[in-house]
């Protein structure tokens, strides 16, 4: 069994930061991607920023800049640090993994619950 665990959402003002975990557990044979989707209230989930096995990253156009994506060495752990944050990133921020739960398993995509991150004053 897998299971993706965000934590360190919140309230934060306009141009302040914030920084987001996640951690994949269980039963995990090897990992594709990780990374974080977000959705707005009333908007479809977009996705933020991923980060691959071979550490290649990804951003959106409307947080590239100002997100930054790491991970821990054991790659089990990542790690969203969002800067200069504006009422529009306010959102639901869900962590997901891409990763192999067994040598027989092509592949499946899981999430994790969701944080709340709210950017207002």
């Known amino acids: 069994q897998v299971q993706i665990v965000e934590s360190g959402g919140g309230l934060v003002q306009p141009g302040g930061s914030l920084t987001l975990s996640c951690t994949a557990s269980?039963?995990?044979?090897?990992?594709?991607?990780m990374g974080w989707y977000r959705q707005a209230l009333g908007k479809e989930r977009e996705l933020a920023a991923s980060?691959?096995?071979?550490?290649?990253?990804h951003y959106s156009d409307s947080v590239q800049g100002r997100f930054t994506i790491s991970r821990e060495n054991t790659k089990l752990t990542v790690y969203l640090q969002m800067g200069n944050l504006k009422p529009e990133d306010t959102a639901i921020y869900y962590c997901?993994?891409?990763?192999?739960?067994?040598?027989?398993?092509?592949?499946?995509?899981?999430w994790g619950q969701g944080t709340q991150v709210t950017v207002s004053s």
């Open positions: 269980g039963s995990i044979f090897s990992i594709f991607s």
């Open positions: 980060i691959a096995n071979d550490g290649t990253t």
């Open positions: 997901y993994g891409d990763l192999r739960a067994s040598e027989y398993d092509p592949g499946t995509h899981y």
